[in-house]
Protein backbone atom coordinates (compact mmCIF):
# COMPACT_ATOMS: atom_id res chain seq x y z
CA UNK A 1 0.00 0.00 0.00
CA UNK A 2 1.36 3.65 -0.70
CA UNK A 3 1.40 5.76 2.04
CA UNK A 4 3.02 9.50 2.71
CA UNK A 5 5.07 11.38 4.95
CA UNK A 6 5.64 15.16 5.45
CA UNK A 7 8.48 15.11 8.10
CA UNK A 8 7.46 18.80 9.20
CA UNK A 9 4.23 19.34 11.07
CA UNK A 10 4.92 23.35 11.19
CA UNK A 11 7.54 25.42 9.02
CA UNK A 12 8.07 28.80 10.15
CA UNK A 13 9.76 31.17 7.74
CA UNK A 14 10.48 35.03 7.55
CA UNK A 15 9.11 36.81 4.44
CA UNK A 16 11.15 36.61 1.07
CA UNK A 17 13.05 33.66 2.38
CA UNK A 18 12.80 30.51 0.41
CA UNK A 19 11.12 27.70 2.20
CA UNK A 20 11.06 23.67 1.38
CA UNK A 21 8.06 21.16 2.43
CA UNK A 22 9.48 18.22 2.32
CA UNK A 23 7.49 14.60 0.91
CA UNK A 24 8.54 11.07 1.24
CA UNK A 25 6.44 8.55 -0.24
CA UNK A 26 6.65 4.58 -0.35
CA UNK A 27 5.37 3.10 -3.27
CA UNK A 28 6.55 -0.25 -5.21
CA UNK A 29 5.36 0.68 -8.38
CA UNK A 30 4.89 4.18 -10.71
CA UNK A 31 2.73 6.90 -8.53
CA UNK A 32 1.41 10.29 -9.46
CA UNK A 33 2.38 12.81 -6.75
CA UNK A 34 0.54 15.94 -5.61
CA UNK A 35 0.60 19.14 -3.62
CA UNK A 36 -2.24 20.77 -2.50
CA UNK A 37 -2.24 24.17 -0.42
CA UNK A 38 -5.41 24.40 2.08
CA UNK A 39 -6.03 28.60 3.35
CA UNK A 40 -7.95 28.72 6.88
CA UNK A 41 -11.25 27.52 6.85
CA UNK A 42 -11.58 26.61 3.09
CA UNK A 43 -11.28 23.43 1.01
CA UNK A 44 -7.90 22.11 -1.11
CA UNK A 45 -6.57 23.59 -4.09
CA UNK A 46 -4.15 21.83 -6.24
CA UNK A 47 -0.56 23.29 -6.25
CA UNK A 48 1.15 21.18 -9.04
CA UNK A 49 1.63 17.88 -9.91
CA UNK A 50 3.78 14.96 -11.58
CA UNK A 51 2.99 12.31 -13.84
CA UNK A 52 5.46 11.90 -15.79
CA UNK A 53 8.52 13.33 -17.48
CA UNK A 54 10.80 16.01 -15.94
CA UNK A 55 11.20 15.89 -12.89
CA UNK A 56 11.06 19.51 -12.12
CA UNK A 57 7.35 20.41 -11.97
CA UNK A 58 6.31 24.00 -11.55
CA UNK A 59 2.90 24.77 -9.95
CA UNK A 60 1.09 28.31 -9.61
CA UNK A 61 1.70 31.06 -7.10
CA UNK A 62 5.68 30.15 -7.89
CA UNK A 63 5.52 26.92 -6.29
CA UNK A 64 7.68 23.94 -8.06
CA UNK A 65 8.79 20.79 -6.74
CA UNK A 66 11.34 18.11 -7.78
CA UNK A 67 10.56 13.96 -8.57
CA UNK A 68 13.69 12.32 -7.05
CA UNK A 69 12.64 8.60 -7.60
CA UNK A 70 15.78 7.26 -5.67
CA UNK A 71 15.01 9.22 -2.49
CA UNK A 72 11.29 8.66 -3.19
CA UNK A 73 10.63 12.24 -2.28
CA UNK A 74 8.49 14.87 -4.15
CA UNK A 75 9.43 18.02 -2.05
CA UNK A 76 8.02 21.52 -2.18
CA UNK A 77 9.97 24.29 -3.05
CA UNK A 78 9.64 28.43 -3.04
CA UNK A 79 12.44 30.82 -3.59
CA UNK A 80 10.58 33.64 -2.07
CA UNK A 81 7.88 33.02 0.09
CA UNK A 82 4.79 35.96 0.91
CA UNK A 83 2.49 36.82 3.62
CA UNK A 84 0.02 35.26 1.62
CA UNK A 85 1.74 31.53 1.18
CA UNK A 86 0.65 31.60 4.75
CA UNK A 87 -1.51 28.57 4.59
CA UNK A 88 -1.21 24.30 4.90
CA UNK A 89 0.44 22.09 2.36
CA UNK A 90 -0.53 18.50 2.11
CA UNK A 91 1.53 15.78 -0.44
CA UNK A 92 -0.57 13.26 -2.14
CA UNK A 93 0.03 10.14 -3.69
CA UNK A 94 -1.72 7.52 -6.01
CA UNK A 95 -0.44 4.71 -8.11
CA UNK A 96 -0.81 5.31 -11.66
CA UNK A 97 -3.27 3.62 -14.20
CA UNK A 98 -6.53 3.02 -13.51
CA UNK A 99 -8.34 4.60 -10.93
CA UNK A 100 -6.07 4.03 -7.47
CA UNK A 101 -7.09 5.53 -4.20
CA UNK A 102 -5.69 8.77 -3.31
CA UNK A 103 -3.58 9.20 0.07
CA UNK A 104 -2.60 12.33 1.58
CA UNK A 105 -0.14 13.21 4.08
CA UNK A 106 -0.58 14.55 7.27
CA UNK A 107 -0.04 18.27 6.24
CA UNK A 108 2.69 21.07 7.19
CA UNK A 109 1.68 24.55 8.46
CA UNK A 110 3.66 27.27 6.72
CA UNK A 111 3.96 30.34 9.00
CA UNK A 112 5.69 33.43 7.59
CA UNK A 113 6.58 35.42 9.80
CA UNK A 114 6.48 39.63 8.24
CA UNK B 1 -20.13 28.74 -10.98
CA UNK B 2 -18.45 25.23 -11.80
CA UNK B 3 -17.66 23.34 -8.92
CA UNK B 4 -18.06 21.32 -6.33
CA UNK B 5 -20.48 22.38 -3.74
CA UNK B 6 -21.22 20.76 0.00
CA UNK B 7 -24.30 22.07 2.19
CA UNK B 8 -25.03 22.19 4.35
CA UNK B 9 -21.56 24.37 5.44
CA UNK B 10 -21.87 23.58 9.74
CA UNK B 11 -24.13 20.94 11.51
CA UNK B 12 -24.52 20.36 15.48
CA UNK B 13 -26.03 16.98 15.92
CA UNK B 14 -27.05 14.91 18.49
CA UNK B 15 -25.17 11.45 19.71
CA UNK B 16 -27.31 8.39 17.62
CA UNK B 17 -29.21 10.88 15.08
CA UNK B 18 -28.67 10.61 11.48
CA UNK B 19 -28.25 12.99 8.64
CA UNK B 20 -26.61 13.19 5.03
CA UNK B 21 -24.23 15.63 4.04
CA UNK B 22 -24.58 16.96 0.23
CA UNK B 23 -22.47 16.69 -2.09
CA UNK B 24 -22.88 17.79 -6.49
CA UNK B 25 -20.22 18.88 -9.04
CA UNK B 26 -21.32 20.26 -12.26
CA UNK B 27 -17.87 19.64 -14.26
CA UNK B 28 -18.99 15.97 -14.90
CA UNK B 29 -16.44 14.28 -12.80
CA UNK B 30 -16.80 10.51 -13.12
CA UNK B 31 -14.42 10.19 -9.70
CA UNK B 32 -15.94 11.58 -6.36
CA UNK B 33 -14.69 10.63 -2.82
CA UNK B 34 -15.58 11.99 0.93
CA UNK B 35 -12.85 12.64 2.87
CA UNK B 36 -12.62 13.49 6.72
CA UNK B 37 -9.78 15.70 8.25
CA UNK B 38 -8.84 16.05 11.36
CA UNK B 39 -6.22 17.90 13.41
CA UNK B 40 -2.98 15.75 12.91
CA UNK B 41 -4.30 13.36 10.90
CA UNK B 42 -4.31 15.13 7.36
CA UNK B 43 -7.48 13.51 5.45
CA UNK B 44 -8.51 9.98 5.50
CA UNK B 45 -10.53 8.91 3.02
CA UNK B 46 -14.37 7.39 3.69
CA UNK B 47 -15.94 5.99 0.34
CA UNK B 48 -14.97 7.25 -3.21
CA UNK B 49 -16.95 6.13 -6.63
CA UNK B 50 -15.65 5.71 -10.21
CA UNK B 51 -19.01 6.73 -11.60
CA UNK B 52 -22.93 6.63 -10.98
CA UNK B 53 -23.72 3.20 -9.59
CA UNK B 54 -20.47 2.15 -8.12
CA UNK B 55 -18.90 2.96 -4.82
CA UNK B 56 -16.20 1.54 -2.37
CA UNK B 57 -14.92 1.56 0.80
CA UNK B 58 -11.72 4.23 1.80
CA UNK B 59 -10.28 3.53 5.12
CA UNK B 60 -12.36 5.01 7.46
CA UNK B 61 -16.24 3.65 6.03
CA UNK B 62 -17.27 2.60 9.46
CA UNK B 63 -20.34 4.80 10.43
CA UNK B 64 -21.11 6.45 7.17
CA UNK B 65 -23.21 5.16 3.73
CA UNK B 66 -23.03 6.87 0.53
CA UNK B 67 -24.76 6.10 -2.61
CA UNK B 68 -24.23 7.63 -6.59
CA UNK B 69 -27.12 7.08 -8.42
CA UNK B 70 -26.10 10.42 -10.85
CA UNK B 71 -23.18 11.45 -12.20
CA UNK B 72 -23.00 14.96 -10.59
CA UNK B 73 -24.36 14.01 -6.68
CA UNK B 74 -22.60 11.88 -4.27
CA UNK B 75 -24.17 12.17 -0.51
CA UNK B 76 -22.84 11.05 2.44
CA UNK B 77 -25.02 9.38 5.52
CA UNK B 78 -24.26 9.55 8.60
CA UNK B 79 -26.12 6.63 10.18
CA UNK B 80 -26.29 6.68 13.81
CA UNK B 81 -23.92 10.05 14.46
CA UNK B 82 -21.07 9.87 17.16
CA UNK B 83 -18.79 12.20 18.81
CA UNK B 84 -15.72 10.72 17.32
CA UNK B 85 -17.31 11.64 14.04
CA UNK B 86 -17.05 15.23 15.09
CA UNK B 87 -14.55 16.41 12.18
CA UNK B 88 -14.47 18.36 9.11
CA UNK B 89 -15.76 16.53 6.18
CA UNK B 90 -14.90 17.33 2.12
CA UNK B 91 -15.86 16.08 -0.72
CA UNK B 92 -13.61 16.35 -3.85
CA UNK B 93 -14.37 15.11 -7.53
CA UNK B 94 -12.08 14.26 -10.76
CA UNK B 95 -11.86 13.55 -14.00
CA UNK B 96 -9.22 11.07 -14.32
CA UNK B 97 -6.47 10.00 -12.53
CA UNK B 98 -3.62 12.00 -12.96
CA UNK B 99 -6.08 15.16 -13.03
CA UNK B 100 -5.73 16.25 -9.32
CA UNK B 101 -9.00 16.40 -7.13
CA UNK B 102 -11.21 19.86 -7.06
CA UNK B 103 -12.85 20.40 -3.69
CA UNK B 104 -15.34 21.14 -2.01
CA UNK B 105 -15.73 24.07 0.55
CA UNK B 106 -16.31 21.43 3.42
CA UNK B 107 -18.56 20.76 5.76
CA UNK B 108 -18.00 21.20 9.61
CA UNK B 109 -19.72 18.64 11.67
CA UNK B 110 -19.92 18.55 15.64
CA UNK B 111 -21.56 15.85 17.11
CA UNK B 112 -22.20 16.23 20.90
Known sequence: AQSVTQLDSQVPVFEEAPVELRCNYSSSVSVYLFWYVQYPNQGLQLLLKYLSGSTLVKGINGFEAEFNKSQTSFHLRKPSVHISDTAEYFCAVTFSGGYQKVTFGTGTKLQVIP | ?112
Not at chain 2, 30 to 40: F, I, L, N, T, V
Not at chain 2, 65 to 72: A, D, G, P, W, Y
Not at chain 2, 77 to 82: K, T
Open chain 2, 1 to 112: NAGVTQTPKFQVLKTGQSMTLQCAQDMNHEYMSWYRQDPGMGLRLIHYSVGAGITDQGEVPNGYNVSRSTTEDFPLRLLSAAPSQTSVYFCASSYGQGSGYTFGSGTRLTVV
